[in-house]
């Protein structure tokens, strides 16, 4: 079992910067690809970008490239997702994720093992 729980949501104005962190508890955090979604009113719960469980490899989607990053310190048990350039478009509730699935023939992320129970980010324009 993982527990996962988020802090750093916030109200900023466009092109302003955020950090979320996610600490967990478990032993097995290290070995778990971790995740964050967003989930806009409305709208479905979409992966933001992953990381593998050694930090080398990671994935963003392609509305966040080169504005958001994810990164993991194993030895805090904490992934954080630093966002730069907000925009009024990434208002949402952003959720960490542990363990995440993805589907066997593309390989896109559609959800996770492990939810934390989610940060509001609002910006404004």
């Known amino acids: 079992q993982v527990q996962l729980v988020e802090s750093g949501g916030g109200l900023v104005q466009a092109g302003e910067s955020l950090r979320l962190s996610c600490a967990a508890s478990?032993?097995?955090?290290?070995?778990?690809?971790m995740g964050w979604f967003r989930q806009a009113p409305g709208k479905e719960r979409d992966i933001v970008a992953a990381?593998?469980?050694?930090?080398?490899?990671?994935y963003y989607a392609d509305s966040v490239k080169g504005r958001f990053t994810i990164s993991r310190d194993n030895a805090k048990n904490t992934v954080y997702l630093q966002m730069n350039s907000l925009k009024p478009e990434d208002t949402a509730v952003y959720y960490c994720?542990?363990?995440?699935?993805?589907?066997?023939?593309?390989?896109?992320?559609?959800?996770?093992?492990?939810w934390g129970q989610g940060t509001q980010v609002t910006v404004s324009s």
């Open positions: 478990g032993r097995t955090f290290s070995s778990y690809t």
């Open positions: 994720a542990a363990d995440l699935l993805r589907t066997p023939f593309t390989g896109s992320y559609y959800g996770s093992n492990y």
């Open positions: 990381i593998s469980w050694s930090g080398g490899s990671t």
